[in-house]
């Protein structure tokens, strides 16, 4: 989508405003409103422990996700990853290797996948598209392999606690904290240093970006490993979470952490998109479903409603760009222009 | 200007309405809104959560479920995943729990993944029943068992003798070697045949590995090597059905007979057809109808679900918890060409 002088030349506020992201929270903070105020047992915290703990996968990978879909990639073999990750915790764990340890291995395979996938995208510069759709598939395969169709499930209590434990009597599980170190660790990265302007450059424009002198195939490298390591670290909390490690688990995540990041208003061609709008994109469906589990609304019905959300959100951003086109158009001929573009750097992609 | 004023009320619009939300969310965190005294006055609420939703052999089993809750007077509902994975079925069985619902039904996608799941929501009052896929005997109150081995294999016995007068030869078709439930079945057939039907003479066990061109294959192996045979047992559902494909279309229609367990939709054409005569399974509709019964039995108050209990389940009569909290549905129930169109699953 191009973007033009005009629409960087309005005041800050406004164009906060009018963004995609202002749009998601404010959606979420009616869904909010309502789940809370018309859905009974909606407002309690058994309902956000659950919830919180239930998103936490999706907002893990929604990070790295993020910072791939902003260079122009994807990467759809993060749920594959999350189930070879589980897959070889179980194996291990069984073959009486201590959780610790295990998990740690489970990382670096992470790191492994991450590496394949960074290295045919980046180095050999195959489109993401195919390469992960491929790694879809074997890393999938290598988890069913590994551990067959059984399920382990045995896992020491101490660990599979953790991996439910509240913080204090907040409600709060511990793994939300863990998302919002990570959280705040990419959006210093994203957003606050050379290396995100670097992700945006690529997403904009890739060869302006190797002649600007962004090291674009040892970002796009970065960012698979990041993804991977990210998937790994989920998918250790999920098999602990439900203290079950199946080569199918997490099947599918990775559409669910997709259109959750294209909700909270990263473009899908690169270039565009900000954290916290797809942290909110995540909370968004997580709320909503589960509001709508509690009223018995079926899951077909549930999709049926995420998938229209999705589609419109994806429309309203040719919408608002338009919308916020033409007031910059109107606004500049009735007053002076507003000075110069502010938002060259990390302001407003 | 008109747009700067409209853009501040905007603003503030957006502003309350986080207000709103951050404030609503620190109160509703606190309270418990009215958690209903669900127990004894009020009626159950029994919800029903299948492996998945879309299955045949669920919607039969949840239509049992829920022409007992409705004579039972309670409130019904069937909710689940789309596919059948634990971590889906879990976020389900999480918000019965919030709503408090009396009992849930539940049939298990993984013995273990659910247990953390069932256990809050026993926590919050909800008493939990398993019925065709249980889970770990202390993730849940009771277990409706369908069938037991000792049941399953004596009805394939009895119905094999029946259909071939009590003599000759006689082979099975299993799944994989080292299915450790059919392989049971298969010893407790053996130890059955040899105690009471001397002249049948178990000649091959083959395995089909429940897929359904190497049963075929399998089948057709057979009756090559043993041309007296008479008839063929196939504990399983898969290779049932690919065994009697081939037998429609061979010279030995009609003449090896075929029995095991099956499922109506798959071999409803080959029971018309004359290839098979009669097999079994359970009734799945039976199945949802006493685990509602033992659901309700329990949020009354009149079952503890320990080894002893008795209750009563509408038109299926009396049952007893036998041991593990455990209840036994019966013997296994026969299709044939009588009965075959009132069941589709």
Request: glycine share 12%; charged share 15%; hydrophobic share 50%.
């Given at each position: 989508m191009s973007r033009t002088y005009a629409s960087y030349s309005r005041p800050l506020w406004r164009r906060l405003l009018v963004s995609r992201e202002t749009a998601i929270i404010a959606l979420l903070a009616l869904v909010l409103i309502w789940a809370i105020n018309g859905v009974s047992y909606f407002a309690t915290q058994l309902t956000m422990t659950f919830l919180l703990l239930d998103i936490a996968p999706i907002l893990l990978?929604?990070?790295?996700?993020?910072?791939?879909?902003?260079?122009?990639?994807?990467?759809?073999?993060?749920?594959?990853?999350?189930?070879?990750?589980?897959?070889?915790?179980?194996?291990?764990?069984?073959?009486?290797?201590?959780?610790?340890?295990?998990?740690?291995?489970?990382?670096?395979?992470?790191v492994a996948c991450g590496c394949l996938n960074g290295f045919l995208v980046a180095y050999v510069g195959l489109p993401s598209l195919a390469v992960t759709i491929g790694t879809l598939a074997l890393f999938r395969g290598v988890?069913?392999?590994?551990?067959?169709?059984?399920?382990?499930?045995?896992?020491?209590?101490?660990?599979?606690?953790?991996?439910?434990?509240?913080?204090?009597?907040?409600?709060?599980?511990?793994?939300?904290?863990?998302?919002?170190?990570?959280?705040?660790?990419?959006?210093?990265?994203?957003?606050?240093?050379?290396?995100?302007?670097?992700?945006?450059?690529?997403?904009?424009?890739?060869?302006?970006?190797?002649?600007?002198?962004?090291?674009?195939?040892?970002?796009k490298f970065a960012l698979f490993v990041l993804s991977a390591t990210v998937s790994a670290l989920a998918g250790i909390y999920f098999t602990l979470r439900f203290s079950s490690s199946r080569g199918d688990n997490a099947t599918g995540l990775e559409l669910q952490v997709i259109a959750a990041v294209l909700l909270g208003?990263?473009?899908?061609?690169?270039?565009?998109?900000?954290?916290?709008?797809?942290?909110?994109?995540?909370?968004?469906?997580?709320?909503?479903?589960?509001?709508?589990?509690?009223?018995?609304?079926?899951?077909?019905?549930?999709?049926?409603?995420i998938g229209l959300l999705l589609v419109a959100s994806v429309m309203s951003t040719s919408v608002l760009a338009w919308v916020s086109d033409v007031a910059a158009r109107r606004n500049k001929r009735g007053t002076s222009p507003q000075l110069a573009p502010v938002g060259v750097g990390n302001q407003e992609r | 200007m008109l747009i700067y004023s409209k853009k501040v009320a905007g603003l503030a619009a957006v502003t309350l309405t986080f207000a709103l939300a951050l404030t609503g969310c620190g109160k509703g965190s606190g309270d418990n809104n009215d958690s209903t005294s669900s127990s004894g006055s009020k009626k159950a609420s029994i919800t029903f959560i299948p492996k998945n939703l879309g299955n045949p052999y669920f919607d039969t089993s949840d239509a049992g479920g829920k022409k007992a809750v409705e004579e039972l007077g309670g409130t019904y509902a069937q909710v689940g995943p789309q596919e059948a994975s634990p971590d889906a079925q879990a976020q389900y069985i999480d918000t019965e729990a919030q709503k408090h619902t009396s009992a849930i039904v539940v049939s298990a996608n993984d013995p273990q993944a659910l247990c953390d799941s069932l256990k809050k929501a026993r926590d919050a009052g909800t008493k939990v029943v398993t019925f065709d896929s249980d889970t770990n005997p202390e993730c849940r109150d009771l277990f409706i068992n369908q069938a037991t081995a000792d049941g399953i294999a004596k009805v394939e016995v009895d119905m094999i003798a029946e259909q071939i007068g009590d003599s000759g030869e006689i082979a099975i078709l299993s799944a994989s070697a080292n299915a450790t439930n059919k392989n049971a079945w298969i010893d407790l057939m053996k130890k059955d045949l040899a105690a009471d039907h001397p002249n049948i003479k178990l000649v091959e066990t083959v395995y089909?590995?429940?897929?359904?061109?190497?049963?075929?294959?399998?089948?057709?192996?057979?009756?090559?090597?043993?041309?007296?045979?008479?008839?063929?047992?196939?504990?399983?559902?898969?290779?049932?059905?690919?065994?009697?494909?081939?037998?429609?279309?061979?010279?030995?229609?009609?003449?090896?007979?075929?029995?095991g367990l099956g499922t109506p939709n798959q071999m409803r054409e080959y029971v018309k057809d004359g290839t098979v005569t009669e097999f079994a399974l359970?009734?799945?509709?039976?199945?949802?109808?006493?685990?509602?019964?033992?659901?309700?039995?329990?949020?009354?108050?009149?079952?503890?679900?320990?080894?002893?209990?008795?209750?009563?389940a509408g038109k299926l009569g009396d049952f007893t918890v036998g041991a593990d909290h455990t209840v036994l549905l019966g013997d296994p129930f026969k299709f044939n060409k009588d009965n075959i169109d009132q069941f589709k699953f």
């Open positions: 990978i929604a990070l790295p996700m993020t910072a791939i879909i902003v260079t122009g990639e994807i990467d759809l073999s993060v749920a594959s990853v999350v189930g070879l990750s589980s897959a070889m915790l179980g194996v291990l764990v069984d073959h009486g290797v201590a959780v610790p340890v295990a998990a740690l291995v489970c990382l670096a395979v992470g988890a069913v392999g590994v551990l067959g169709t059984k399920a382990i499930t045995s896992f020491p209590a101490r660990w599979t606690d953790l991996a439910k434990a509240e913080v204090g009597g907040t409600g709060i599980p511990l793994i939300t904290l863990v998302f919002a170190v990570l959280a705040i660790g990419f959006t210093l990265m994203l957003h606050y240093s050379a290396f995100g302007r670097g992700v945006y450059d690529i997403g904009l424009n890739s060869e302006a970006a190797v002649f600007t002198g962004v090291p674009v195939q040892r970002t208003g990263v473009s899908i061609f690169g270039g565009r998109g900000r954290l916290h709008g797809v942290v909110a994109g995540v909370l968004l469906i997580g709320v909503l479903s589960s509001a709508l589990r509690l009223q018995g609304v079926t899951v077909n019905v549930i999709n049926i409603i | 089909g590995n429940d897929d359904d061109q190497t049963s075929f294959d399998k089948t057709a192996a057979l009756l090559q090597k043993h041309p007296d045979l008479k008839g063929i047992i196939s504990p399983t559902t898969v290779g049932i059905a690919a065994a009697a494909r081939y037998l429609s279309k061979s010279d030995k229609k009609g003449k090896v007979a075929l029995t359970w009734n799945p509709e039976d199945l949802g109808y006493l685990a509602a019964y033992a659901a309700d039995a329990l949020v009354k108050g009149d079952i503890k679900g320990d080894e002893g209990d008795k209750f009563k």
